[in-house]
């Protein structure tokens, strides 16, 4: 495995020097050129894909025992992909027999296996931001950039936290304890790192592997075998994902099943939840509905328990000196993947009295309407809404946005788009309403999807407040901040450190609230109810493992 780990290496060191400087830095490509990923890279990826649709998919297991699988993309076609089926009772204690091998790897070999998935991975990029795009609904440009690179960073991310972690504690040393005219007391002391147990990675719909990855990876650094139990709609990327890790896996002599996937049967009948309760289940990853996140926490006591639930993100209007660019960054915010994101923000804060800005005072109204035209203009491009704007995950969503329109003042309507090139797209724009900051009940709910409020406040005060009240609350994973005073951007700064959420502060240009770089951003803090870890942080690794210590009295 040595000649594996000084292939990687310097990768290896960059991602470590990378979470210490959180400056910018990703070994791997955001631009699908052919100049990053070759010329037929394109081509080649989208007939991988196909070539999986009306299939069955292989993977090497213990214990298959059928398959099943009823993926339909949102974009209107149906995948008809069929997966492995297994029986539980035999894969699970395969799992545990194979931790033993993954262990005796150490750090050094477990990173250079990790390193080695994640370069494949990102070769084939084409290919997963295809299954991705047609099982999340993401536009092709996002499903590639956040379904590809950005979440092969955040597992090298993942990665990176865990080998420092694991390397804190040097392998051996040396005691000497000086027993004055006696000869000193010796002993040769040894120190290995030994995961918990097996852990199980619940994906979600909208970032099958974009949540996916820091959980797998977290786990496998740290001396882990992995379950990944995939989203019934969102099966073909993880599964993907899984058959390349198991690809080298064997290659390198380890047994594949170290990595495996577990889908249900019937989709309407899951089976998650008596997995997660499994005595072998010692660790478990988890994105999705608070609900489920909450149950997990509270009853899957044998495991240490992560989970990134939902919550009400926030935006605090004050004032600003670039009122086109807050339009303009706020309209693409908004749109991006119609909202089925963690971090789009739902509620606007707005002063009654309006805002300050450099084309002169703006009403409250005069804020909302601008800012319900700024969308409009931004997806009047049907080729530009397409890309942005995706397709709606789920038909729950669908229907949420349909039905939420008497919630307030419609500012925006929501529209049915059409896609340019796939007419059964199911597509919704962002509704936009208005609603006076006393209607708590309404706005202070998670409505996932394209469907955000401008919340009329008293003033800026009772704006940053209504913010704060929101994420200690309901949770957030992000907060954002438009003022042209240092003074109100030092108050929403305390107010976020008060909740426990990231902020971002006066964007106007091409770095949007709703957006994350691996190895500088921390997504998510696990400080209040929106999650209770961080992508990717050393918390987060480090209870994945212990340090186990030999010791005896050296020969001679």
């Known amino acids: 495995m040595s000649t594996l780990f000084e292939k990687h290496q310097d990768t290896l060191k960059s991602a470590l020097n990378a979470i210490q400087t959180r400056d910018y830095w990703s070994p791997y490509s955001e631009n699908p050129s052919p100049r990053a990923y070759g010329e037929t890279a394109n081509a080649d990826g989208e007939a991988a894909f196909k070539a999986h649709l009306n299939g069955a998919f292989s993977l090497d297991m213990p214990g298959i025992v059928g398959e099943a699988g009823a993926e339909v993309s949102p974009y209107g076609i149906d995948l008809n992909v069929k997966y492995p089926l297994v029986d539980l009772d035999v894969l699970l204690p395969e799992m545990e027999s194979a931790r033993q091998a993954w262990r005796d790897q150490g750090a050094d070999g477990r990173a250079a296996v990790c390193l080695e998935i994640l370069e494949r991975l990102n070769k084939r990029s084409f290919e997963i931001a295809y299954a991705v795009m047609h099982t999340s609904g993401q536009g092709f440009m996002m499903a590639f950039q956040a379904g590809g690179p950005h979440a092969q960073d955040r597992g090298l991310e993942a990665v990176a936290y865990g080998y420092s972690a694991m390397t804190h504690t040097p392998g051996a040393a040396t005691w000497t304890k000086p027993q004055g005219k006696h000869d000193p007391l010796v002993l040769e002391k040894k120190f290995t790192t030994v995961g918990r147990g097996i852990g199980l990675v619940i994906g979600c719909s909208t970032f099958p592997t974009w949540n996916t990855y820091p959980g797998m990876f977290a786990d496998l650094i740290t001396g882990n075998p992995v379950i990944v139990k995939p989203h019934p709609a969102a099966i073909l990327p993880a599964a993907i994902s899984v058959q390349i890790a198991q690809d080298v896996l064997k290659e390198h002599g380890l047994p594949p099943h ?40 509270q009853n899957c006591t044998q495991a240490q328990v992560y989970t990134e639930k939902a919550g009400v993100n926030t935006i605090v209007i004050d004032s600003t000196d670039d009122y086109k660019g807050m339009l303009r960054n706020l309209a693409f915010t908004l ?84 896609h340019p090139h796939f007419p059964n797209a199911r597509m919704r724009s962002p509704l936009l309403m208005s609603i006076d900051a006393a209607d708590e009940a309404t706005y202070m709910q998670e409505l996932f999807g394209p469907i955000s409020f401008v919340v ?86 480090a209870n994945r493992f212990r340090v186990v210590q030999s010791r005896r009295h050296p020969k001679g």
């Open 456 to 541: 009329k406040a008293d003033d800026t005060n009772h704006a940053i407040e209504l913010a704060r009240r929101a994420v200690k609350a309901h949770g957030a994973i992000t907060m954002g901040c438009y003022s042209s005073s240092d003074a109100v951007l030092d108050q929403i700064e305390d107010a976020a450190l008060d909740a426990g959420v990231a902020l971002s502060c006066n964007l106007t240009g091409g770095i949007f609230v709703n957006q994350s770089a691996a190895y500088s951003d921390f997504h998510a803090t696990g400080a209040n109810p929106a999650a209770n870890a961080c992508l990717s942080d050393l918390a987060y690794v």
């Open 335 to 418: 749109s991006l993947y119609s909202g089925q994101m963690c971090t789009t923000p739902q509620d606007i804060f707005v002063p009654k009295g309006g805002i300050e800005t450099d084309a002169g005072h703006k009403s409250f109204d005069d804020v909302a309407a601008d800012l319900g035209m700024a969308i409009t203009k931004f997806l009047s491009d049907p080729e530009r809404a397409a890309m942005v704007l995706g397709a709606i995950q789920a038909d729950a969503t669908a229907a949420r946005v349909d039905g939420s329109n008497k919630l307030g003042t419609v500012v925006r309507e929501s529209d049915v788009v059409e």
């Open 258 to 297: 170290i990595v495996s996937l577990v889908i249900d049967e019937d989709a309407a009948k899951p089976g998650t939840a008596e997995l997660a309760k499994r005595d072998e289940i010692k660790l478990i990853d988890f994105t999705g509905n608070t609900a489920f996140g909450d149950w997990l926490e």
